[in-house]
């Protein structure tokens, strides 16, 4: 046969996840910087995460796009998921936190989100 069929993940993906795992376990220093970012957004912002994947739920579609767009256009790619990947009229904006991330780039993310309006609709 040419092809073989797998639902199996291709080797460099997990190997890189276990990267991943080895680094989180040896560096709590990295570990709690994602953390300390969480919990600045959560204090500017107001709203609640339980993961440095954190939604900021607007509702329409239309304004999920225009919020990113808004944002995109300062230097911040946070992007808008909308249906079929969330329920309608629960549009949102996922920001992703990581330790490369500075407190000063969450000050000018939360912002961001205050200056262009997308927090006006958060739910």
Not at 28 to 50: I, Y
């Amino acid at each position: 046969r040419s092809m073989i069929y797998s639902t199996a993940l291709p080797a460099p993906i997990v190997s890189g996840a276990l990267a991943a795992l080895e680094v989180n376990a040896s560096e709590p220093l990295l570990r709690d910087a994602v953390w300390d970012r969480v919990r600045q957004l959560e204090s500017l912002t107001g709203v609640q995460a339980t993961s440095p994947i954190i939604p900021f739920i607007i509702g329409s579609s239309e304004a999920a796009m225009d919020a990113s767009r808004l944002l995109l256009r300062r230097g911040l790619h946070v992007p808008a998921i909308r249906p079929p990947t969330v329920k309608e009229g629960s549009a949102r904006l996922r920001v992703a936190l990581s330790a490369a991330h500075s407190k000063e780039d969450v000050a000018l993310l939360a912002a961001a989100l205050f200056d262009t309006g997308a927090l006006r609709n958060v739910k």
